[in-house]
């Protein structure tokens, strides 16, 4: 599948292959599984250093999916853009990068 990257009315849309995609959205159920499994835990009235331990769990889990999209990214679209002479992508992703490191 090609790498693609469109205008659509006010966002940018991304074609994805379909490893990337069946990667990121396999990352993404297991989070969703890990949040409501804490939510779980809450209503059960689970001791809350447990469900502390559960909450940095998903954390590093959405860490770890912000590095593989990140990388993706900067493979493919920036590096893309940059060869087709678009340097404003190397703003984007400088703020995309503070947004991330607050």
């Known amino acids: ?3 693609e990257e469109t205008e659509n009315c006010c966002h940018k849309t991304k074609e994805r292959s379909e490893k990337e995609y069946k990667d990121l959205i396999h990352r993404l159920n297991r989070i969703e599984g890990q949040v409501r499994g804490i939510k779980g835990m809450v209503e059960r009235d689970v001791y809350c ?8 769990a998903v ?4 860490n770890s999916f912000n590095r593989v999209l990140l990388s993706n990214h900067i493979k493919n679209c920036v590096t893309q853009d940059l060869l087709e002479g678009r340097e404003d992508t190397v703003d984007e992703l400088v703020e995309t990068l503070r947004k991330l490191m607050k």
Do not use: G, P, R, S
Request: glycine share 0%.
């Open 49 to 56: 250093t447990d469900i502390l331990v559960q909450v940095a």
């Open 59 to 62: 954390n590093a889990a959405l």
């Open 1 to 3: 599948m090609m790498q």
